[in-house]
């Protein structure tokens, strides 16, 4: 049973918990609140008494529920092997379920679903977003803050809207001579919205290894943000969208290069579309091919290392929940930097610890999100490199907000870039050889 459809289908992981409290020790909110009903332990006994019958559904209830980066440390540190993650999602569908969406998600995940609108939006959004956002001069990306405080932190930087999508800005289908195969690329919302460097980075490291990319112009949000915070009959008709529209184009092969969207595609739309035998059968189909594109560059059809150009950056990276703990890739982005002459990699504390940016917990926990941010920006600062390497463009965004607000001068990529740099690099070396 789906954990989007019933609060029973947890009742075995429930069962499982031996209360020992293990997962306190690894808990970025327990860390900051000290709080019991911050930690799994804490929330697992919540949903008890909700099963249970002893205690009923209230707004207050469904506001701990959301004190939850959905980071998954506590499952990796449970001795009973409690799937936390499962747990928390069933919770909060539950709230949603009993009662209902806080208007504003209501009116965000609605806009999500109307991918015209929302463009529109978008597009309307990059041509007056200097009314709401003050620039930051900064010597790396256009960054801003808010003018004013509307409640989503005041000191939070966010990227500039792009002024053209990064689906409107390239073709439907990039071809190469002589493909070695055909790859859809899922953009998800902020590489296609506001990070659209890293979208382009994505395309010239696959075509420079010979393959052909194809772009699905009515592809859709991943709808993780609708599924995490209980809105499923949304995150569904997200999914339904994304599966006809890369099944309409075809291809070999989908890479990722946002964790989010890599999550939804490998374990999310199987079991939001569990009751519809052929939409589980096509979203079956597609998670066997779906790959975050470090992982699709060292297993599937490995980078070119000639061609590489020298990059002198010294790297820390910092590994995004959902790809690390989530999808098991970890070592895949640093043997890309690995492999990049100039490149030197030092690793960060506790490279695997939370950021603090988990979508709209961000927005709806400001402060708690900016305390957690504090940790990673000082493991940061340690390392004394001019460089952070993650693989998530929502980890970037927090990563950026982080230093920038600290006055640490630290450039904030995604893996993708810097490979793509290398490549750029090699090819202005072969000009002035020749
Ligand atoms: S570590 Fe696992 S078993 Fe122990 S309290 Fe936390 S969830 Fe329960
Ligand atoms: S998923 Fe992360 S934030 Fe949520 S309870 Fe577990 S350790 Fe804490």
């Known amino acids: 049973m789906s954990v989007y459809n019933s609060l029973d289908s947890i009742t075995e992981e429930l069962h499982k918990c031996m209360k020992c409290g293990n997962c306190m020790a690894v808990c970025p909110i327990y860390k900051e609140t000290r709080q019991e009903v911050a930690v799994a332990r804490g929330k697992i006994s919540l949903v008890e008494y909700l099963l249970s019958g002893e205690i009923e559904m209230t707004e207050g209830m469904a506001d701990r529920f959301s ?28 709230a949603v379920r009993k009662k209902g969406l806080h208007a504003v998600k209501k009116i965000a995940f609605t806009a999500l679903k109307m991918q015209r609108v929302f463009d529109f939006g978008m597009k309307a959004g990059s041509i007056f977003q200097g009314v709401a956002l003050k620039n930051i001069p900064d010597r790396h990306s256009k960054l801003a803050r808010m003018r004013v405080d509307i409640g989503i932190g005041k000191e939070k930087v966010f990227p500039m809207l792009s002024k053209k999508t990064l689906r409107s800005e390239l073709p439907e289908v990039i071809t190469v001579k002589n493909p070695k195969m055909r790859v859809g690329f899922f953009t998800g919302c902020m590489i296609n919205y506001f990070y659209t460097d890293i979208g382009r980075a994505v395309v010239e490291v696959l075509t420079e290894n010979d393959i052909e990319v194809v772009i699905p112009r009515f592809q859709a949000c991943c709808g993780i943000p609708a599924s995490v915070n209980g809105d499923v009959g949304s995150a569904r008709t997200l999914a ?12 070999d092969a989908l890479v990722v290069a946002c964790s989010s969207g890599g999550t939804a595609w490998k ?8 009751n519809d035998p052929e939409l589980k059968a096509l979203a079956d189909k597609w998670a066997k091919k779906s790959y975050d594109i470090s992982e699709f560059l060292i297993h599937q059809v490995p980078f070119k290392k000639e061609g590489l150009g020298r990059v002198a950056r010294k790297v820390t990276y910092h590994d995004p929940c959902h790809l690390n703990r989530g999808q098991g890739i970890n070592q895949e982005p640093r043997e890309i930097l690995k492999s990049i002459p100039g490149v030197e990699l030092i690793e960060m504390k506790e490279p695997g610890r939370c950021c603090g940016m988990a979508g709209s917990f961000s927005l709806v926990h400001p402060d708690l999100s900016v305390q957690i941010s504090d940790h990673k920006t000082s493991d940061i600062t340690q390392t004394h490199t001019d460089t952070v390497a993650t693989g998530c463009p929502a980890c970037r965004l927090q990563l950026q907000s982080g230093v920038e607000n600290a006055g640490v ?14 490549y750029r690099v090699g090819k202005k070396e072969l000009e002035r050889s020749k």
């Open 409 to 422: 001068d630290e450039e904030v990529l995604h893996t993708i870039q810097i490979l793509a740099e290398s």
């Open 267 to 274: 374990h999310v739309f199987g079991e939001l579309l569990e």
């Open 67 to 94: 004190l939850c980066t959905t980071c998954m440390a506590c499952n990796t540190n449970c001795p009973c092997g409690v799937r936390f993650d499962k747990i928390i999602l069933a919770a909060r569908a539950e």
């Open 240 to 251: 339904k969208r994304n599966l006809r529209a890369f099944e309409r184009m075809g291809a």
